[in-house]
């Protein structure tokens, strides 16, 4: 069988923002204001120290707080300039935006978010698949733009957990149903090389290679939490 000719391939560098204040406790949405704190901006700066030696083509970012200072960060150590795309945005959240996730995990809409989340539709919000939707819709957008104009780019995002996590369903071939199976956790790095024939996932919540969180709690939930959480660390 003759080999698939070689096509360039672009790759995207997924970058949930660093920890806030609300990270992990509170469901923080759209809510304007929230900035990273002083552990998100040390985990901006110490990724933006792992990627200054890579060439990027761009960086795109949610127009969210947390999500432009983080984008920020690895946009001063690579030198490019930064360009914000709301389709990158947090899941509009409706009723949920700001309440406690403890609270959350109260509600009847919860346990569909967890095993069946390509149904849920937040009160007053969007639907999870219309937040993947949109954000699939908009890498595929970035990558043709970018393949139109550089050789084999490298960009990145940087987004929310339930955001990427959709994108990394789409390039797994998954189900929006199972992509609560996966984990993304703050300031962590995922990478998708997208080719001619198919998405290639190389990396999945690399945040620096630790072995922190490896050991998990003693009793650990099954659920996953909304928005993302607070990582393991």
Same mark, same amino acid.
């Given at each position: 069988?003759?080999?698939?000719?070689?096509?360039?391939?672009?790759?995207?560098?997924?970058?949930?923002?660093?920890?806030?204040?609300?990270?992990?406790?509170?469901?923080?949405?759209?809510?304007?204001?929230?900035?990273?704190?002083? *552990?998100?901006?040390?985990?901006?700066?110490?990724?933006?120290?792992?990627?200054?030696?890579? *060439?990027?083509?761009?960086?795109?970012?949610?127009?969210?707080?947390?999500?432009?200072?983080?984008?920020?960060?690895?946009?001063?150590?690579?030198? #490019?300039?930064?360009?914000?795309?709301?389709?990158?945005?947090?899941?509009?959240?409706?009723?949920?935006?700001?309440?406690?996730?403890?609270?959350?995990?109260?509600?009847?809409?919860?346990?569909? #978010?967890?095993?069946?989340?390509?149904?849920?539709?937040?009160?007053?919000?969007?639907?999870?698949?219309?937040?993947?939707?949109?954000?699939?819709?908009?890498? *595929?957008?970035?990558?043709?733009?970018?393949?139109?104009?550089?050789?084999?780019?490298?960009?990145?995002?940087?987004?929310?957990?339930?955001?990427?996590?959709?994108?990394?369903?789409?390039?797994?071939?998954?189900?929006?149903?199972?992509?609560?199976?996966?984990?993304?956790?703050?300031?962590?790095?995922?990478?998708?090389?997208?080719?001619?024939?198919?998405?290639?996932?190389?990396?999945?919540?690399?945040?620096?290679?630790?072995?922190?969180?490896?050991?998990?709690?003693?009793?650990?939930?099954?659920?996953?939490?909304?928005?993302?959480?607070?990582?393991?660390?």
């Amino acid at each position: 069988m003759a080999n698939t000719p070689n096509a360039a391939s672009v790759t995207l560098l997924l970058v949930r923002h660093g920890l806030t204040a609300a990270t992990g406790h509170t469901l923080a949405g759209w809510t304007p204001g929230v900035h990273l704190d002083e *552990r998100g901006r040390a985990q901006a700066a110490a990724l933006g120290a792992r990627l200054a030696s890579v *060439r990027l083509d761009a960086v795109v970012t949610s127009p969210l707080e947390r999500c432009v200072e983080t984008a920020q960060a690895v946009a001063d150590a690579v030198g #490019v300039p930064v360009t914000v795309d709301e389709r990158f945005g947090e899941c509009r959240y409706g009723e949920w935006t700001g309440r406690p996730l403890a609270e959350l995990a109260e509600e009847e809409l919860w346990p569909v #978010v967890q095993a069946h989340p390509s149904a849920a539709r937040f009160p007053g919000g969007e639907s999870l698949a219309e937040t993947a939707h949109r954000a699939v819709s908009a890498v *595929r957008d970035h990558n043709a733009r970018l393949l139109a104009a550089h050789d084999a780019p490298v960009y990145l995002v940087c987004s929310h957990g339930d955001v990427i996590k959709a994108i990394l369903a789409d390039a797994l071939g998954l189900h929006l149903d199972q992509f609560q199976r996966l984990q993304v956790d703050p300031c962590s790095l995922s990478v998708v090389r997208y080719t001619a024939l198919r998405p290639f996932v190389v990396r999945v919540n690399d945040v620096g290679g630790g072995t922190a969180g490896l050991r998990p709690a003693s009793e650990t939930s099954g659920d996953a939490v909304v928005g993302g959480g607070a990582g393991e660390g």
